[in-house]
Nanobody
């Protein structure tokens, strides 16, 4: 069974930075595409960054230029470097397999079981 464990969140002031990590175990890590998602209070989960087996990346418009997704196949870890954070970036962040399209609904049978996520709060 695939396990997903996110870490690295916390409280940061606007304009600050955080780096999230996601360790994925139980799959063949290097042949899958991955994504970082977030869910703000009272809102639907959204996909914010994607990374493919080639190493190429895609970003949602609202994080482009501020967030950087990367992967380390040897460590079976996906990272999300978040810079110039804004209050609207607040939410619980999750990583998972790439859902093959930007907008929900996604096929939950394609995705891994969701981890607990990690809270990111941007506030002064």
């Amino acid at each position: 069974q695939v396990e997903v464990v996110e870490s690295g969140g916390g409280l940061v002031e606007p304009g600050g930075s955080l780096r999230l990590s996601c360790v994925i175990s139980g799959n063949v890590f290097d042949i899958a595409d991955y994504g970082w998602y977030r869910q703000a209070p009272g809102k639907q989960r959204e996909l914010v960054a994607r990374i493919y087996t080639t190493g190429s990346t895609d970003y949602a418009e609202n994080v482009k230029g501020r967030f950087t997704i990367s992967r380390d196949n040897a460590e079976t870890t996906v990272y999300l470097q978040m810079d110039m954070l804004k209050p609207e970036d607040t939410g619980v962040y999750f990583c998972n397999r790439d859902p093959r399209k930007w907008t929900p609904p996604w096929d939950e049978r394609w995705l891994y079981h969701w981890g607990q996520g990690i809270q990111v709060t941007v506030s002064s």
